[in-house]
């Protein structure tokens, strides 16, 4: 069972990277990229739970101590990690892993992180800023054995959804992948488009919002959505989607 204190959930992933917004991210790296595994592609078959949370910080941290320094850290390096990605690789990782808020979807996540095999599986955290009035989704996933990418999409929320067109969030994806990875991929990325298929808004209600905040097929993880027009991936494989497990 995963440890929670003060707000924090403890899953050790190395330290946020500084990422980019509107560019697609690359890593460069000594290690052989030919990779003989096929990738995981999640299109319909993903697992993710999704957490909203108001403000432009990240919430998700690689231990408490990360929370706490960036507590009232508004710096450039502080904003950028919200665009970074958590590898939770092991139980020790999921026991340090931090999400410093305790709204609606946060015991979700906890628990998807605490029912994952991890001897066969990882979670990727991913977080990042989203307008109040935009919902945002993951449309797939590719994980190979040097390499993890998503790909998101995002547009307005539907019009009988209540929002604030001031406001802005921090939405964080809790990604399930059958890879058990042992360390950070070299190769990190993705990208987001400013249409959503209908097929990612299936299990969402007529309001806008998820039933369930996870999915994969019936247990699954989150949908979500995005913001129109705009394309985001990073440095670090920063990506989001929408909301299962939001707030609202």
């Known amino acids: 069972m995963l440890a929670a204190t003060g707000g924090c959930l403890s899953a050790s992933v190395a330290g946020c990277v500084e990422a980019i917004e509107g560019i697609e991210y690359e890593s460069s790296s000594d290690a052989d990229e030919s990779v003989s595994s096929e990738p995981y592609e999640a299109s319909d078959d993903l697992e993710y739970v999704s957490v909203r949370a108001p403000g432009e910080m990240p919430f998700v941290f690689s231990s408490a101590d990360d929370a706490e320094e960036a507590e009232y850290d508004d710096s450039p390096t502080a904003r950028a990690r919200a665009q970074s990605t958590v590898f939770v690789t092991d139980e020790a990782a999921g026991e340090s892993l931090c999400i410093d808020y ?42 190979r054995d040097d ?47 400013g249409s959503c298929p209908d097929r990612v808004w299936d299990e969402t209600d007529s309001s806008g919002e998820d039933d369930d905040d996870e999915r994969d097929g019936a247990d699954g993880g989150g949908n979500g959505g995005g913001r129109n027009g705009e394309n985001d991936s990073a440095d670090d494989g920063e990506h989001g989607d929408e909301r299962t497990g939001d707030r609202r």
């Open 102 to 143: 305790d709204g609606d979807g946060v015991d979700d996540a906890r628990a998807f992180v605490d029912t994952t095999d991890f001897e066969s599986q990882t979670v990727v955290v991913e977080q990042r800023r989203i307008d109040d009035c935009y919902r945002r989704a993951l449309v797939s996933v590719s994980a």
């Open 147 to 193: 390499e993890f990418r998503t790909q998101y999409c995002r547009e307005l929320q539907p019009a009988t959804a209540p929002c604030d067109a001031d406001a802005t969030e921090m939405q964080a994806f809790f990604i399930r992948v059958d890879r058990p990875y042992s360390d950070r991929p070299s190769r990190r990325g993705g990208g987001e488009s």
